[in-house]
């Protein structure tokens, strides 16, 4: 059974920096897409970064690129979430997701198959 467990979120004022955790389980995630979205109380899932597991490429939402990051270690079987320069716009609840080939539609939530429970990111102004 395909698991995805996030860590790493909390409250960090305005300018700071957050490292998310998704630490991965159940199967091997070679050719996997791997990808972060958030979502803020009222508003819909959004995408910010996806890798791909075996290649190691990644893209952003235009937005945010050039102050997160996305990478993976695969000894650990985990995907990182580097977040810096934190602003209040910034919280949300934030979710791994795991597609098990390249997406169709990777900025899309609705195109992947798996899902972690969230963790939330809330930045004091």
């Known amino acids: 059974q395909v698991q995805l467990v996030e860590s790493g979120g909390g409250l960090v004022q305005a300018g700071g920096s957050l490292r998310l955790s998704c630490a991965l389980s159940g199967r091997t995630f070679s050719g996997h897409t791997m990808a972060w979205f958030r979502q803020a109380p009222g508003k819909e899932r959004e995408f910010v970064a996806l890798?791909?597991?075996?290649?190691?490429?990644?893209d952003y939402a235009v937005s945010l690129k050039g102050r997160f990051t996305i990478s993976r270690d695969m000894a650990q079987n985990t995907v990182y979430l580097q977040m810096n320069s934190l602003k209040p716009e910034d919280t949300a609840v934030y979710y791994c997701?795991?597609?098990?080939?390249?997406?169709?539609?990777?900025?899309?939530?609705?195109?992947?198959?798996?899902w972690g429970q969230g963790t939330q990111v809330t930045v004091s102004s």
């Open positions: 890798i791909r597991w075996s290649g190691g490429t990644s």
């Open positions: 997701a795991a597609h098990p080939r390249a997406p169709v539609r990777p900025a899309s939530a609705g195109a992947y198959n798996y």
